[in-house]
């Protein structure tokens, strides 16, 4: 069975400082992982996909095989990047199975 | 581009009615369309995905017969709550994916029942 787990329910960094949003993924395939992100009051939106090895808003995310570890990280955080984020997984027929999520939060 | 949306945003409705939700992509032909259910501080739960012109496959655990999904056209999805319980109240969100993009879902804003 899949899972995505993220062990940190929530998570305060202070501004400028880095931040490691963890992600651990349990799949016997190839997997398919992405971040997405929900600001306040907002939808929930795609952050990052590992395979297009982007980076978007300064984040980026290596997936790790060894480790079976997508996490995702920002040098320097800003207060705008306070958000709830979420690691997902693909699965067959398309499907996406999200980790508990970890809420962030940026003081100034 | 790829714009969701979820129809109505809020509803409240008495114990014993049905209530239903509509997920439109406005720019886009979704194939493919999910309902997930968030309950407060939590992650998403996946209830169905329903694919265009066919019947939903439902998670483990989800009603079929209380949860009724229908998908008849490329850009509309309908979830309909059947004979509504106060335990039913919760946000429930759709997602739809663009046929060329494999994984990739475009989240509608979400309907937040309440059942009094």
């Known amino acids: 069975a899949q899972r995505v787990t993220q062990p940190e329910k929530l998570l305060s960094v202070f501004k400028g400082a880095p931040v490691e949003l963890k992600c651990n993924y349990s799949?016997?395939?190839?997997?398919?992982l992405f971040w997405y992100v929900q600001y306040s009051r907002q939808r929930l939106q795609l952050l990052l996909r590992?395979?297009s090895r982007e980076s978007i808003k300064g984040f980026t995310a290596d997936l790790n095989k060894g480790e079976t570890s997508f996490h995702l990280k920002k040098p320097f955080a800003q207060e705008e990047d306070s958000a709830m984020y979420y690691c997902a997984l693909g699965g067959s027929n398309y499907k996406l199975t999200f980790g508990k999520g970890t809420l962030l939060t940026v003081n100034p | 581009g790829a714009v969701v949306s979820q129809h109505p945003s809020w509803v409240i409705c008495k114990s014993g009615t049905s209530v239903k939700i509509e997920c439109r992509s406005l720019?886009?032909?979704?194939?493919?369309m999910f309902w997930y259910r968030q309950f407060p501080k939590q992650s998403l739960m996946l209830m169905a995905t329903?694919?265009?012109?066919?019947?939903?496959?439902?998670e483990q655990g989800v009603e079929k017969d209380k949860f009724l999904i229908n998908h008849a056209s490329l850009t509309l999805s309908t979830l309909t709550v059947t004979s509504a319980h106060p335990e039913d109240s919760s946000f429930y969100i759709c997602?739809?994916?663009?046929?060329?993009?494999?994984?990739?879902?475009?989240f509608g804003p979400g309907t937040r029942l309440t059942v009094t």
């Open positions: 329903s694919n265009e012109g066919s019947k939903a496959t439902y």
């Open positions: 590992h395979i």
């Open positions: 997602s739809a994916r663009q046929t060329s993009l494999l994984y990739e879902q475009y």
């Open positions: 720019d886009f032909q979704a194939t493919t």
């Open positions: 799949y016997s395939g190839s997997p398919e």
